[in-house]
């Protein structure tokens, strides 16, 4: 796994209703992880990919997964 993260907070951003979307940017590398989504569902197996979250957004990137 690897992760990053750049934070930009300007002065008088966080006067703002939300922050500007540059503001914040985070990626985060994942290989061989088990994820629990719901209790109802079974396991999310060997995930790998990215997760990448901004200052509004997150965004997945699955490469490969194993569901069953």
Do not use: C
Not at 35 to 56: L, S, W
């Amino acid at each position: 796994s690897d992760a990053a993260l750049k934070v930009r907070i300007r002065p008088g951003d966080t006067k703002l209703e939300t922050l500007p979307e540059e503001a914040i940017h985070a990626q985060i590398t994942f290989d061989g992880t088990e994820v629990q989504y719901k209790p109802e569902h079974p396991p999310i197996k060997n995930a790998a990919g990215t997760v990448t979250f901004t200052a509004n957004t997150m965004n997945v990137h699955l490469k490969n997964a194993r569901y069953m």
